[in-house]
């Protein structure tokens, strides 16, 4: 798959590749609940309700994919994960054992509770922080608490510390994950290589979204937050993606970092069919719900796949309802099918 960047206008997609026979990818939503109250999502003001699934039913979903695909990663997703430690830590282990890859998001609050060795012994392969700018004033402020920054700043230099100091080996990767929006799209260069200071294993970028889980009327922090200067973001945006070409510390790829800035060009832009999350991905709420993407079920009139309390992965996975929704998905046109982890794959 060829990739062209242009300056104003989305990455130009080829043709995609064929349909895999088993997911690639296992999203297990851990929990909805969340310590920080984050202005661009409302996650926080869930709470999550009794009767979702249990360690043991998410373990069993696990065992299905190695079972099954025998490759794969484990995606655990929140919320705040690490509010659930225990539960983190048993689906990665249970992974590992399984042959499966593991990766995770968390804020990082949690984590000096956990014990650095519990985590680089049995947890998630790919452990991602969120830490947005290399400023204080600037990451609390988007996250809603202060005193998070110099937490999160901590955690990670001495989690890379210990990780140094010990006999046993590891293979857990420590990056950074950053919203780019208007406060944080100036810092980009300087926050690369704040992170780069910390010993982290690399840092990438998203772009900042619609607020997710929007609880208020109409959606004022993205409307403010959005980066508005077409002289900037180009600017910032070329300067990461030249740096890409050269530095693989940044981990968002070139093809990406052209989304990003067609993407603030206009957040409501219709790119060719791109997606392929359908191909590759399949998505565990905390109900049990599947579905082909995260915003499946907007496509299909509500419906999910299934539910696994009912039904095999393997089953919802290649069964009516998913081949309907696929033929859906495959002529969408919303822009999130240019998200990495949606989108089709090829070269970068």
Same mark, same amino acid.
């Given at each position: 798959?060829?990739?062209?960047?242009?300056?104003?206008?989305?990455?130009?997609?080829?043709?995609?590749?064929?349909?895999?026979?088993?997911?690639? #990818?296992?999203?297990?939503?851990?929990?909805?609940?969340?310590?920080?109250?984050?202005?661009?999502?409302?996650?926080?003001?869930?709470?999550?309700?009794?009767?979702?699934?249990?360690?043991?039913?998410? @373990?069993?979903?696990?065992?299905?994919? *190695?079972?099954?695909?025998?490759?794969?990663?484990?995606?655990?997703?929140?919320?705040?994960?690490?509010?659930?430690?225990?539960?983190?830590?048993?689906?990665?282990?249970?992974?590992?054992?399984?042959?499966?890859?593991?990766?995770?998001?968390?804020?990082?609050? #949690?984590?000096?509770?956990?014990?650095?060795?519990?985590?680089?012994?049995?947890?998630?392969? #790919?452990?991602?922080?969120?830490?947005?700018?290399?400023? *204080?004033?600037?990451?609390?402020?988007?996250?809603?608490?202060?005193?998070?920054?110099?937490?999160?700043?901590?955690?990670?230099?001495? @989690?890379?510390?210990?990780?140094?100091?010990?006999?046993?080996?590891?293979?857990?990767?420590?990056?950074?994950?950053?919203?780019?929006?208007?406060?944080?799209?100036? @810092?980009?260069?300087?926050?690369?290589?704040?992170?780069?200071?910390?010993?982290?294993?690399?840092?990438?970028?998203?772009?900042?979204?619609?607020?997710?889980?929007?609880?208020?009327?109409?959606?004022?922090?993205?409307?403010?937050?959005?980066?508005?200067?077409? *002289?900037?973001?180009?600017?910032?945006?070329?300067?990461?993606?030249?740096?890409?070409?050269?530095?693989?510390?940044?981990?968002?790829?070139?093809?990406?970092?052209?989304?990003?800035?067609?993407?603030?060009?206009?957040?409501?832009?219709?790119?060719?069919?791109?997606?392929?999350?359908?191909?590759?991905?399949?998505?565990?709420?905390? #109900?049990?719900?599947?579905?082909?993407?995260?915003?499946?079920?907007?496509?299909?009139?509500?419906?999910?796949?299934?539910?696994?309390?009912?039904?095999?992965?393997?089953?919802?996975?290649?069964?009516?309802?998913?081949?309907?929704?696929?033929?859906?998905?495959?002529?969408?046109?919303?822009?999130?099918?240019?998200?990495?982890?949606?989108?089709?794959?090829?070269?970068?």
């Amino acid at each position: 798959m060829n990739i062209t960047l242009r300056r104003g206008s989305p990455p130009a997609v080829e043709a995609r590749p064929p349909r895999a026979a088993a997911p690639q #990818y296992l999203f297990i939503e851990i929990t909805t609940a969340c310590n920080l109250r984050c202005k661009q999502c409302h996650m926080w003001m869930s709470r999550e309700p009794a009767g979702t699934l249990t360690t043991e039913e998410k @373990l069993a979903l696990v065992d299905e994919l *190695a079972d099954w695909a025998q490759t794969g990663v484990v995606v655990m997703t929140g919320g705040e994960t690490f509010m659930k430690a225990d539960e983190v830590l048993a689906l990665s282990r249970r992974a590992r054992q399984r042959g499966l890859s593991t990766a995770v998001n968390t804020n990082g609050t #949690y984590l000096r509770g956990l014990g650095f060795d519990a985590l680089l012994d049995d947890g998630p392969r #790919y452990l991602v922080i969120s830490l947005d700018a290399p400023t *204080a004033e600037i990451h609390d402020w988007i996250r809603g608490q202060p005193g998070t920054f110099d937490q999160v700043v901590g955690v990670i230099r001495d @989690l890379v510390a210990h990780r140094r100091a010990r006999a046993r080996p590891t293979d857990v990767k420590i990056l950074v994950n950053a919203i780019l929006c208007k406060a944080t799209l100036p @810092l980009a260069r300087q926050h690369v290589d704040f992170v780069r200071s910390l010993g982290a294993d690399g840092v990438m970028f998203q772009a900042l979204g619609r607020t997710f889980m929007n609880q208020g009327h109409g959606d004022p922090f993205f409307d403010r937050q959005r980066p508005d200067d077409p *002289a900037l973001v180009a600017s910032v945006l070329d300067d990461l993606i030249a740096l890409r070409e050269r530095d693989g510390f940044l981990n968002t790829e070139a093809r990406d970092l052209g989304w990003i800035r067609s993407y603030f060009d206009d957040p409501d832009f219709t790119a060719e069919p791109v997606c392929g999350s359908a191909d590759r991905n399949v998505m565990v709420n905390m #109900y049990g719900e599947v579905q082909l993407c995260f915003g499946m079920k907007g496509l299909t009139g509500g419906r999910a796949l299934g539910d696994v309390r009912t039904s095999s992965l393997r089953a919802l996975w290649t069964g009516e309802q998913a081949a309907r929704a696929r033929g859906i998905m495959d002529h969408c046109r919303k822009n999130c099918g240019m998200l990495h982890c949606h989108r089709r794959q090829g070269a970068a």
